[in-house]
């Protein structure tokens, strides 16, 4: 990577480009690595924020603290796609866009998408990012996103001052799996995003833009990795996902600012600093009202002492659990949930020891008082739409719409097993995950979230029939909850289109009857419909008339592993297995059946090794 730590400079405008480069997901603790070159040489010229921490350990909600200055109670993106940014209120990128910068932004994941009112001020806004499967985040590419931002760039002149904002996804899970013996998975996916940014480097370099340009590079959150029972993040917010790398850098041809010089400042800084920062330093009017502009704390050498809000609804929207509400400050952080906690960082910055007694109830309030919530919101985006009840009631179902508006009392950390279950499932058979999935009805009830996290396993066993069983049953539980209204429309307009094509299928045979392809494809819709003793009906047939059929064979075994029948999926692919000449497909199946079903994990190995030929 061509670098700056030479002063050379150009002849250059006087505005300065601005980058804001987001990684998605990394911890604070995480950087200044072996795994993350680009940002260590960055920081040999830059103002590194050590104690920097983010409003919220969510996506959206920080990026939205991060654009708009204000903490998520008053830019109102208190989720992942829940509500939007609020409207009035200017965002950096309007900001930079009215004094004459050209604003581009380059998203890497659709919790991003310019729906969600994350967009306002960019002329560009590039969110081109392929539909991942259902309630999966979609994503693309560090790289790739990178990519895009350049060729933005390149088009650009060198007398036009730009914004740009890029963001890098990599170590939000799932992560790939590395070759790499002297690092994890996650530091490996913070290595392609440093990999990734240094290749934007270089072609600012390229240009001769660095010199001329203000660069903050920082993460909405961090990630649990097991701290306090939490995986992922999101759920819970301990210093583990709150804590969040923060550098800027200057360089030395901008008017605007003063070059930045190596220096590492602790103290309580945050997310709600980065527009009033980055404004500041182009020599514009600050934006948002609760952030500080943290160059100008440079000489002094500290952050100065403020305490800081932190929320996650999470447990409160998708998990029937209180809200989590938090203050920090530099030497201690408050949580108010039903089970209270204070904790002293400076002893105790895992936040292990829980120091809260019954005598710390009225200063705990003074603190909370301090930071309006604004919770719950007023506006329901959760409940069904008057053309969703309509639907509903065509199908003679009914859903009343009345919300419960009561608080829950469950404490949040009594479901962390739950949060780490849907978010971050074990790798086990679909069987498996069905049991832990009663296991925690069982023991927590019909959460929405669990609810729709069975259908899907039904799902991936070929049963729409018990899925859309599951979500009815949920939507009828939590009738004010839209998104299981829409859920259980569309599996039902799914199953009403799959009976129309088996009736339009059988009614074809009725000229043909004696065509194999028609057949098979009847045999897999009465399979996906569960009409199970049709469709093996259909399928021995086929194999009487011609038993080398390995496809046919395979979707028999299928569907006999679908209902958890493993010993009989195993046997119908016996007879193609002793055969020499037989399909890759046949190998693959009966090696997951082996593994997943009847745990034969020896036997399976070579089997699988097919799985990647098929």
């Not at 400079?9 to 480069?21: E, G, K, R, S």
């Not at 309630?135 to 350049?150: K, L, M, Q, S």
């Not at 933005?152 to 790939?176: A, N, S, T």
């Not at 904790?343 to 019954?358: E, F, G, T």
Request: glycine share 6%; with cysteine; net charge negative.
């Amino acid at each position: 990577m061509v670098m700056i730590m030479g002063g050379c400079t150009t002849t250059v405008p006087d505005l300065p480009d601005v980058l804001l480069i987001t990684w998605d997901t990394v911890r604070a603790d995480h950087v200044g690595e072996a795994w993350t070159p680009t940002w260590n040489q960055l920081a040999e010229r830059a103002v590194v924020f050590s104690d920097a921490r983010t409003p919220a350990p969510n996506t959206l909600p920080a990026h939205a603290s991060i654009m708009t200055g204000e903490p998520p109670p008053a830019h109102g993106a208190r989720d992942n796609g829940t509500w939007p940014v609020n409207e009035s209120l200017t965002t950096v990128a309007e900001r930079f866009r009215d004094a004459g910068w050209t604003t581009g932004a380059f998203v890497s994941a659709s919790t991003l998408d310019s729906r969600n009112g994350i967009g306002r001020g960019f002329a560009t806004y590039n969110d081109h990012i392929r539909p991942g499967a259902e309630r999966v985040v979609a994503r693309r590419d560090g790289i790739d996103t990178v990519e895009a931002a350049i060729d933005w760039l390149m088009d650009k002149p060198p007398e036009q001052p730009v914004f740009m904002w890029v963001h890098l996804f990599e170590p939000h899970r799932p992560w790939d799996s590395t070759q790499n013996p002297n690092q994890t998975d996650y530091q490996a996916a913070i290595r392609k995003t440093d990999k990734a940014t240094a290749r934007l480097m270089d072609v600012m370099d390229a240009r001769n833009r660095l010199e001329s340009s203000i660069i903050a590079i920082t993460s909405d959150n961090g990630e649990g990795l097991g701290e306090h029972g939490e995986d992922s993040h999101g759920y819970l917010a301990y210093e583990s996902t709150i804590r969040v790398p923060l550098l800027f850098w200057v360089g030395d041809s901008v008017s605007t600012a003063e070059a930045t010089s190596p220096v590492t400042i602790g103290g309580p800084a945050s997310l709600l600093d980065v527009a009033t920062t980055l404004t500041s330093a182009a020599g514009l009017k600050p934006v948002g009202s609760s952030g500080i502009d943290l160059l100008s704390v440079v000489d002094s050498g500290f952050v100065p002492s403020r305490s800081l809000s932190v929320e996650t609804v999470i447990p409160a929207l998708e998990f029937d659990a209180a809200p989590i509400f938090g203050v920090i400050n530099p030497t201690r952080a408050w949580y108010d949930t039903p089970d209270p906690e204070r904790y002293h960082l400076d002893s105790d910055p895992k936040q292990l020891v829980n120091r809260y007694r019954a005598g710390d109830q009225n200063k705990a309030q003074a603190v909370f008082q301090k930071f309006p919530r604004r919770w719950p919101p007023t506006s329901d985006t959760t409940a069904p739409s008057a053309e969703e009840i309509e639907a509903l009631e065509s199908l003679g179902y009914t859903a009343k719409t009345t919300k419960n508006t009561a608080a829950s009392i469950s404490d949040p950390k009594s479901k962390i097993a739950l949060f780490n279950l849907l978010t971050n499932p074990p790798q086990v058979p679909a069987s498996e995950l069905l049991k832990l999935a009663d296991a925690m009805l069982e023991k927590h009830g019909m959460i929405p979230v669990l609810m729709l996290f069975k259908a899907d396993i039904y799902d991936s066993l070929a049963r729409p029939v018990d899925a859309r069983a599951v979500v009815r049953l949920a939507s009828t539980a939590h009738p004010a909850d839209r998104d299981l209204h829409s859920e259980y429309l569309t599996r039902t307009r799914k199953l009403e289109e799959l009976r129309r094509l088996a009736d339009a299928i059988e009614s074809e045979l009725v000229e043909k009857p004696g065509d194999t392809a028609t057949r098979r494809d009847l045999a897999l819709t009465y399979h996906r419909l569960q009409r199970f003793e049709s469709a093996e009906a259909v399928y021995r047939q086929l194999l009487s008339e011609d038993p080398a059929q390995d496809d046919v064979r395979v979707d028999l075994a299928r569907m006999f592993a679908s209902q958890e029948r493993f010993d009989t999926a195993l046997s119908t692919l016996a007879p193609a297995l002793r055969r020499p000449d037989h399909s890759p497909g046949v190998d693959c199946l009966a090696g997951q059946v082996m593994s997943r079903g009847l745990g034969r994990e020896k036997e399976s190995t070579p089997l699988l090794k097919h799985c990647e030929v098929h």
